[in-house]
């Protein structure tokens, strides 16, 4: 969850020799760097891929860039049907050639460390962004008439991402990726009723690639065990719909934090680990307060048994404020209690 970030001043050191954000996230050796960085501080337990989600549609024409202080913009937008169907395949060996080298790079530089995750946004995700041109202030009504308005032609969209996430995320994997993720940071707006038809259904479509392609991957690899890539998948304010999330035969759901941890284990059972999900403004708080949240999520999870576990993770990304120090004090908290658990 975003482990690299503006709360690191090792990171704001190398973005600044970067020069902005999107020449950090398109420079491997500088990508790696940051990558790292967490890692060789905290002792984490696996590297996420420095890089961000709006690479896909940026590769595909839409001219991404930051504004200080705004966020994700792009050049030009999806409008109409015409620029729906001008949307090319994308190579991501061509186009996204930067993230390959990126995770090949750090691969090399953890040298079996860790392991490594690579990650993309969910096909509801990204349309929303290129639906808005960017982030949003409006809860994204623009795609979600779309939705209503447009179902046919946004259902076109989709279904042109869940093919560019499943390439993306596949060529993550042949470059080094040990497991790979799907952000749908956007997935909570969805009316229940409509969550399956515009989310879980393309998610689905791409972890089914995924697994078969890696397995396939693994097997050139002298991996013979048969078992595919792991895959998480993130729903954002998806906390109701955990057992379609599972369906997707992901092998590990995220939460945010609003979901009762054991709950969640109980509704999914063994088809799937957990992560998550402990509120980021934790990290805001005094030592003994994310001590005993610490505590408080290790608990509600429960003993780990065979065929379910859980990744204890932020259930969203880490604040820009949060004091370093703090984290350093949650990764001990965790250490220490799950060998209580244990």
């Keep these: 969850m975003r482990q690299a970030g503006r709360y ?192 879980q259904k393309h998610i689905k479509i791409i972890v089914d690639r995924v697994h078969a392609a890696s397995i396939s991957i693994r097997q050139r690899q002298g991996q013979t065990d048969g078992q595919p890539t792991p895959v998480i998948v993130f729903v954002k304010g998806g906390g109701q719909w955990l057992e379609s999330i599972a369906a997707t035969g992901a092998q590990a759901v995220g939460l945010d934090w609003t979901t009762h941890l054991g709950q969640a284990r109980s509704r999914v059972g063994s088809r799937c680990a957990l992560q998550g999900n402990l509120d980021p403004a934790t990290l805001l708080g005094a030592p003994p307060h994310i001590e005993a949240e610490v505590a408080r999520t290790l608990e509600s999870f429960g003993p780990v048994s065979a065929g379910a576990g859980h990744i204890f993770n932020l259930g969203h990304g880490i604040s820009q404020f949060t004091p370093p120090e703090n984290v350093s004090c949650l990764v001990e908290a965790v250490a220490n209690y799950s060998k209580k658990l244990r």
């Design 8 to 199: 690191l001043p090792e990171y704001n050191a190398t973005r600044k020799r970067a020069g902005d954000f999107l020449s950090l996230c398109k420079n491997p050796e500088l990508a790696c760097e940051v990558t790292l960085q967490p890692i060789d501080r905290f002792g984490f337990d696996a590297a996420i891929l420095f890089s961000d989600i709006l690479t896909i549609p940026d590769a595909l024409g839409l001219g991404l860039y930051f504004e200080q202080g705004e966020g994700p913009k792009f050049q030009r937008r999806i409008e109409n049907d015409s620029d729906i169907s001008g949307l090319g395949r994308i190579d991501p060996t061509v186009e996204l050639r930067y993230v390959a080298d990126a995770v090949s790079t750090i691969k090399r530089a953890l040298n079996q460390r860790v392991p490594l995750i690579g990650f993309s946004g969910s096909p509801w995700t990204l349309a929303c962004y290129m639906i808005n041109g960017g982030g949003s202030s409006d809860d994204f009504l623009g795609v979600r008439k779309w939705m209503y308005s447009r179902p046919d032609a946004l259902q076109q969209l989709l279904e042109k991402l869940s093919v560019a996430v499943a390439d993306y995320l596949i060529m993550q994997i042949e470059a080094g990726a040990d497991a790979v993720m799907v952000f749908d940071s956007w997935g909570g707006f969805l009316p229940e009723a409509h969550f399956e038809r515009f989310s």
